[in-house]
Antibody, heavy 122, light 113 residues
Framework: QVQLVQSESELKRPGASVKVSCKAS????????MNWVRQAPGQGLEWVGW????????IYAQDFTGRFVLSLDTSVNTTYLQISSLKPEDTAVYYC???????????????WGQGTMVSVSS | DIVLTQSPDSLAVSLGDRATISCKSS????????????LAWYQQKPGQPPKLLIY???TREPGVPDRFSGSGSGTDFTLTISSLQAEDVAVYHC?????????FGGGTKVEIK
């Protein structure tokens, strides 16, 4: 069964860091890329970035450069989203979503993780 | 960045009736080399992640009921639910994957009248 399982919800203080994981199973990990998408409470979807699981060289949306870092560990079929210097406005559900193409970011997300809620509050 | 504008923001449709959602792009999503429009539709039910319904404007994902259809080209796109069922209550999002950053529309909430 193809699935993406994300890490549990996190509550952090402003200025802290968080690392969200996304473990893939049921398919050949490095045959697909991985998108990350943010959804703030009651809001729409924002594309954070894409990481090719063959090269590991990510692409980011402009609004997510600097404090947001995508990485992967192919030995455990897992991708990560790390956010540093957290701000209250980073409060959102973060989704990983499998991208159909391992080499080209211009494709859709066909399998989604369950989402990880990251709450930032003092 | 490409801006996708969905309309309406919400709509209430009677069971068995047609629901139509519009998605307008600030730039053409048609790639002349492939003759494909890089536009997808996702369905999101409360408390759940989005689910891919349609890609390349009109290709249904396997397992998606044929009452869902997509159409359009260039800058104007439509998602149609031909006969609304109770399980179709959700928010529907369009997404362009033509140009980085990939952007989503604001979403359309579909309810039962």
């Amino acid at each position: 069964q193809v699935q993406l399982v994300q890490s549990e919800s996190e509550l952090k203080r402003p200025g802290a860091s968080v690392k969200v994981s996304c473990k893939a199973s049921g398919y050949t990990f490095n045959s697909y890329g991985m998108n990350w998408v943010r959804q703030a409470p009651g809001q729409g979807l924002e594309w954070v970035g894409w990481i090719p699981t063959n090269t590991g060289n990510p692409i980011y949306a402009q609004d997510f450069t600097g404090r947001f870092v995508l990485s992967l560990d192919t030995s455990v079929n897992t991708t990560y989203l790390q956010i540093s210097s957290l701000k209250p406005e980073d409060t959102a559900v973060y989704y990983c979503a499998r991208s159909r193409d391992a080499y080209n970011s211009h494709d859709v997300s066909d399998i989604w993780g369950q989402g990880t809620m990251v709450s930032v509050s003092s | 960045d490409i801006v996708l504008t969905q309309s309406p923001d919400s709509l209430a449709v009677s069971l068995g009736d047609r629901a139509t959602i519009s998605c307008k792009s600030s730039q053409s999503l048609l790639y002349s080399f492939t003759h494909k429009n890089y536009l997808a539709w996702y369905q999101q039910k409360p408390g759940q992640p989005p689910k891919l319904l349609i890609y390349w404007t009109s290709t249904r994902e396997p397992g998606v009921p044929d009452r869902f259809s997509g159409s359009g080209s260039g800058t104007d796109f439509t998602l149609t639910i031909s006969s609304l069922q109770a399980e179709d209550v959700a928010v529907y999002h369009c997404q362009q994957y033509y140009s980085l950053p990939f952007t989503f529309g604001g979403g359309t909430k579909v309810e039962i009248k």
